[in-house]
C-alpha cells in the first residue's frame, strides 16, 4: 500500500485513505459466494412453492381481480 506522504495530504486523509484501502480488500476477499448456493436453490423452491400455492388456492378471485382493473384502465 503505498499512500502519498507529502504536504498536501493531511494525517486525516493518510486515515481516511489506509481505512479506505482495507475496505475494499475486504470487500474483494469476501465475494466468494460460491457457498450460498443451497440457500439460493431453497428461496427459489419455496417461492415457487408459495406462488403455486397461491395460484391453486385463489387462482380464480386473481383473475377476476386482473381483468376487473385492466377493464378500468382501458375504458
Known amino acids: 500500500m503505498t499512500i ?3 504536504r498536501t495530504t ?4 493518510r486515515r481516511f485513505a489506509r ?6 480488500n475486504r470487500i474483494i476477499i ?6 450460498d448456493v443451497p440457500g439460493w436453490v431453497m428461496i427459489v423452491v419455496m417461492t415457487a ?3 403455486a ?8 378471485q ?6 376487473s382493473a385492466l377493464a378500468s384502465v382501458g375504458g
Open 49 to 51: 412453492g408459495l406462488v
Open 62 to 67: 386473481l383473475q377476476d381481480m386482473l381483468r
Open 19 to 24: 481505512l479506505l484501502w482495507a475496505a475494499s
Open 53 to 60: 400455492a397461491i395460484t391453486t388456492i385463489a387462482g380464480g
Open 10 to 13: 493531511t494525517p486525516t486523509d
Open 4 to 6: 502519498a506522504t507529502d
Open 30 to 35: 469476501d465475494r466468494d459466494d460460491r457457498g
